[in-house]
């Protein structure tokens, strides 16, 4: 459902977090969103035909870290 993957997209979010702060990065410095299916649709995956249905499923389950303004 819709709900269960947005609280799995702030899982991953979190998860990811706290890979940053064991590494030393600081936790200010980091916010957390968790998107679940919403975007999806602005992204683009060349020669999509190449790919399974799972592996393009793999390649939407992402972490995206940018920096803050």
Known sequence: SD???DKL???RAVAARNVLIAG?????????EGRGK????KLKIVDRGEFT???IHQMLRR????PKP
């Open 3 to 5: 709900e269960y993957n």
């Open 38 to 41: 919403r975007d999806v649709d």
């Open 63 to 66: 972490v995206e870290v940018a």
């Open 9 to 11: 997209s702030v899982r």
């Open 24 to 32: 030393g990065y600081p936790a200010d410095r980091i916010d957390t």
């Open 53 to 55: 249905v799972e592996q």
